[in-house]
């Protein structure tokens, strides 16, 4: 069935360090993928996409590319600083218009 | 432009007790969806509504949980009897099908607490 396995955390980091979090997903079709992101005590928002195979998304430094061929979307970031510490998650979905799949989330800590 | 508007943020109730969450979504959205989210783990979907009629409820637990959208905007979402393994983050979401990436743009959540 559908799904979608990220890396456990907690992820802790000292600032400047690079991130990957890895993310790799089951599904039918050509998905769009998806990484949120939960800053303490806010909602869930949307960080970075991608609706087809070798799109790179990106945004405030982070990216993560559409890798058909091996079902996956990992999240980079070359410089981490304290206030990316949060929790992402990796979703995806069949069709627009259809409900998002989430991964478990994957905490990050970066200290100063 | 107005975000996803949820209430109450809070809500602690003794098990057994009834609750019930609102949600009003992005003005146009059509799409409305309630997700759970447990302490740990991922958002997992309850409910999805296009309009006012349900497009996916597999996973509601249709016992205790029930989920209305009535005019097609406004949603309640409401758990009678409550259980402990209720406690959890109750997430109204929503989207615009038109849109090519289908992204869904989230509220701030409603926290229950069941004891």
């Known amino acids: 069935g559908n799904s979608v396995t990220q890396m456990e955390g907690p992820v802790t980091l000292s600032e400047e360090a690079f991130l990957t979090i890895n993310c790799t997903y089951t599904?039918?079709?050509?998905?769009?993928l998806f990484w949120y992101v939960q800053y303490p005590g806010e909602g869930l928002q949307l960080l970075l996409k991608?609706?087809?195979?070798?799109d790179k998304g990106s945004n405030k430094g982070f990216e993560a590319t559409y890798r058909k061929e091996t079902t996956s979307f990992h999240l980079e970031k070359g410089s981490v600083q304290v206030s990316d510490s949060a929790v992402y998650f990796c979703a995806f979905h069949n069709q627009a218009g259809t409900a998002l799949i989430f991964g478990k989330g994957t905490t990050l800590s970066v200290s100063s | 432009e107005a975000g996803v508007a949820q209430s109450p943020r809070y809500k602690i109730i003794e098990k057994r007790q009834s609750v019930a969450f609102w949600c009003n979504p992005i003005?146009?959205?059509?799409?409305l969806y309630w997700y759970q989210q447990i302490l740990g783990q991922g958002p997992k979907l309850l409910i999805q509504?296009?309009?006012?009629?349900?497009?996916?409820d597999s996973q509601l637990p249709k016992d205790r949980f029930s989920a209305e959208r009535l005019k097609g905007v406004d949603s309640t979402l409401k758990i009678q009897p409550a259980k402990l393994e209720d406690s959890a983050v109750y997430l109204c979401?929503?989207?615009?099908?038109?849109?090519?990436?289908?992204?869904?743009?989230f509220g701030e959540g409603s926290r229950l607490t069941v004891l």
């Open positions: 979401a929503s989207s615009l099908v038109e849109r090519d990436s289908g992204e869904l743009f």
């Open positions: 599904a039918t079709g050509y998905p769009s």
């Open positions: 509504f296009q309009n006012n009629g349900v497009v996916d």
């Open positions: 991608a609706t087809k195979a070798d």
């Open positions: 003005s146009g959205h059509a799409t």
